[in-house]
């Protein structure tokens, strides 16, 4: 195929701005799926997606569009998955990418997203073409929000393209601004090949599917390949293109977009971002921006019923299959008895998977608090890493305790720049540099534990700043930190699956926090409920829950006094025995509540 005839594009949009609609449009207008076939919002293929309207895996389709000019041009269009827990693989998918179309609700303005994306898309240097959408709405206002993408990211508004993916307006103008504006791949066929993998994923049928740019060179069926990131060979047994439906092809040069299958057994082999070439005359350089995605959030998980351990162990298998960035070993709890501690990248990929085992495999799980990765120096000097405050050794052993840093970035109008000081200052932050731009905007960069920004610091952010906020994260490395850790005891008893790592500046609230929702939770019982929040021996935070008397006296109308409180004495032995010997069974929904805590 001509390169020259070749555009490949992406669309960015905040959440609901209308990416999935305009992309069936799309579809739909190029020929590429019949009104009829059309199945609501294409591209988004797993129900979970389209009920939480979030794309989360990125996929490539096949359109071909016949241009004013009388040449017919073949667009691929590479979906992108909308949320900062995949911003990887958002840029890796811009990376295969020559030009996007940055789409915009006009009813609501550029908001957080579409701040975050488009920064992607200018360090990537794409073309970016402004698409106002939702201007069949009464109170879409187009013209102010080309005047936000002006004023926001620099861009020309007289370039932006008023559509709508509902009614269909703009569609074509659009595809013709594909054609003009977005740039033919570069990249020789004749050079040795270089692929970008931008998405990979586990088919039951033919194994690891993956998708690839070619950038330069050509590939072809039975070829011998190379992934350089972990040097291993293989041989391709598919090629093929998405037009929308999988379709075979012989082969692939430079500028095209498509899948191929080989012998890779293993997904975490087709790592997103790695460069694949010819095995036998290999590229010198591979594609830069490579990174291996290592899971940032560990949280345990347990079945409900101790009986699905097996089926929860059965159920990890097969989606690891599909999602090669979570990671799982067994773990067991005193409290809650065997299950698994798994990696994600996020919090949004950790209620995904959650979310998936419960509905795919209807499974019923609790979830344990989610926790980042901790760096421990004993006083003999050794590291080791802790994903679990059970695993940490002794705290006489311990010499101190490191934390992961990240380097935050947030854009925001000036205006929320107070409310968002105070959040970065609640949650352990350290200024670094605040700029302020010519447009109401600002730039603030903090130093913050991945902690603190995991929990709900982006929702916080968010609604602090009503949607305009936008953030970008990245590892810094570690960093000693006054770290404790915090026990739950249920009447004296340590709850083994409660314990939380916390910052000693934290301690007394969290501590607070967790026993006063405990206290809510737990049902009041024949004796009395003590919930303690102890760091080591020390209690920094106690509940009771208040026995259920039951009215012994009831019957002693107003008579002897001594024989009620006799009665009432033997009522107060009865409760000491049964604390004595009674062992609380505390509540499923307890954990689940605590850990609900964000
Ligand atoms: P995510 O996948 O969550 O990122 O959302 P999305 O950006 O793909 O948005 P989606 O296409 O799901 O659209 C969000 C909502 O806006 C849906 O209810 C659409 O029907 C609606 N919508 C999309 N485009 C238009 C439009 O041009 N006009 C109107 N009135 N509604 C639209």
Redesign the pocket.
């Known amino acids: 195929m001509d390169p020259r005839y070749i555009r490949n594009f992406s669309i960015i949009?905040h959440?609901?701005?209308?990416?999935?609609?305009?992309a069936d449009r799309l579809l739909e207008f190029t020929g590429a799926i019949t009104s009829r076939e059309k199945r609501d919002?294409f591209l988004?293929s797993m129900d979970l997606e389209r009920e939480r309207?979030?794309?989360i895996k990125a996929a490539a389709v096949r359109l071909w569009y016949r241009a004013a000019d009388g040449r017919e041009y073949l667009l691929n269009l590479i979906d992108t998955p909308?949320h900062v827990d995949f911003s990887y693989e958002v840029s890796r998918s811009l990376a295969a990418s020559e030009g996007v179309l940055l789409l915009v609700d006009a009813s609501q303005g550029v908001e957080a997203q579409t701040l975050a994306n488009a920064y992607l898309a200018l360090e990537n240097n794409l073309e970016i073409i402004p698409v106002l959408?939702?201007?069949?709405?009464a109170n879409a206002d187009p013209d102010k929000t080309a005047e936000e993408i002006r004023e926001i990211l620099g861009l020309d508004p007289s370039t932006a393209i008023r559509?709508?993916?509902?009614?269909g307006q703009g569609i074509e103008e659009i595809l013709e601004a594909i054609v003009n504006r977005v740039p033919p791949p570069r990249g020789r066929s004749t050079d040795p090949l270089k692929m970008l993998i931008f998405d990979s994923w586990f088919d039951p049928y033919v194994g690891t599917v993956v998708m690839i740019r070619v950038l330069a060179g050509s590939v072809h069926r039975g070829q011998r390949i190379l992934l350089m990131a972990t040097g291993k060979t293989y041989e391709v047994y598919q090629l093929g293109v998405f037009n929308p439906y999988a379709t075979p092809v012989e082969s692939l040069s430079a500028g095209e977009v498509g899948f191929l299958t080989a012998t890779i057994k293993n997904l975490a082999d087709a790592m997103i971002g790695d460069t694949i070439t010819d095995a036998l005359n290999p590229t010198p350089t591979p594609f830069p921006g490579f990174k291996k995605i290592k899971p940032m959030v560990f949280s345990g998980f347990y079945p409900v019923d101790p009986g699905d351990y097996g089926r929860l162990k059965e159920a990890l298998e097969k989606l690891r299959l599909n999602d090669s960035s979570f990671t799982y070993e067994p773990e067991t709890s005193a409290a809650l008895g065997f299950g698994f501690r798994l990696g994600f990248l996020g919090l949004l990929h950790l209620e995904i998977i959650k979310e998936r085992l419960e509905r795919e495999y209807e499974l019923s799980l609790l979830a344990t608090a989610p926790t980042v990765v901790y760096k421990v120096v004993t006083t003999r000097g050794e590291e080791i890493w802790v994903d679990n405050p059970l695993k940490l050794p002794p705290w006489g052993k311990i010499e101190h305790l490191e934390e992961p840093l990240v380097r935050v970035e947030i854009h925001t109008p000036a205006e929320y720049l107070g409310n968002i000081l105070s959040l970065c200052e609640d949650r352990r932050g350290r200024q670094v540099e605040i700029r302020f731009f010519p447009n109401q905007k600002a730039l603030i960069i903090y130093e913050m534990p991945l902690n603190e920004i995991l929990m709900d610091f982006y929702d916080q952010l968010k609604s602090l700043s009503r949607g305009y906020a936008s953030m970008d994260y990245e590892m810094l490395g570690y960093r000693a930190s006054a770290l404790l850790q915090m026990d739950l005891m249920v009447n004296g008893e340590p709850i083994d699956a409660l314990s939380v790592i916390v910052h000693k500046d934290k301690a007394y609230r969290w501590g607070r926090e967790l026993t006063e929702r405990l206290q809510k939770i737990i049902p009041r019982q024949m004796f009395e409920v003590v919930i303690q929040a102890a760091i080591g021996s020390r209690v920094i935070a106690r509940e009771r829950v208040a026995p259920l008397r039951k009215n012994v006296t009831a019957k002693c109308y107003g008579g002897d006094i001594t024989r009620k409180r006799k009665l009432l004495e033997r009522q107060k032995e009865g409760k000491k025995r049964m604390k004595q010997i009674g062992k609380i069974q505390i509540p499923q929904e307890a954990f689940l509540a605590v850990f609900g805590m964000r």
């Not at 559509?163 to 009614?167: N, Y």
Request: aromatic content about 0%.
């Open positions: 949009a959440i609901d701005h209308g990416k999935s609609t305009l919002q988004d309207g979030i794309t909308g959408n939702k201007c069949d709405l559509a709508s993916a509902k009614t």
